[in-house]
């Protein structure tokens, strides 16, 4: 009876919004060991990283992932639900994701450029006629 009713709910919980068992099973009143055998049987917590690539292809994909995670926790505060520090947790290490800058793939040709750049600076600076003659 249990698993018809929380069954596909209490998975959602658990893949797409990163609510803990124990969390779970206090917002729909069934014991975690419930949520617990359910998650094994059902393998959830490979459904949650399959969940977790798809949705983190793209900035937009995680971006709307972000978006996604924040109207469940204003859902959550509206309906006097705590939430969960691994939901938390989880949010932030997204959202730096997103924010952290790429380093930039450089072309041959860009590498190259570099390379010689560097080289003549040194060369410049090692080569100079300039006489280094100090007085002690």
Partial sequence: MKRDK????AK???????ITEVGIAKRLGISDRTVRRW???GDWGEKRKEFINKQTLTNYDMYQLVRKMLDDFNEDL????????????KFLNITEEMVKPKPKKLTLEELLHIAIKKHNIEKDFFND????????
């Fill in 39 to 41: 998650k094994a049987e």
């Fill in 6 to 9: 929380y069954y596909d709910i």
């Fill in 78 to 89: 509206a309906n006097n639900q705590q939430i969960d520090s691994s939901r938390l947790n």
């Fill in 12 to 18: 959602k919980m658990y893949v797409e919004q990163f």
């Fill in 129 to 136: 006629n300039e006489g280094w003659d100090f007085d002690f």
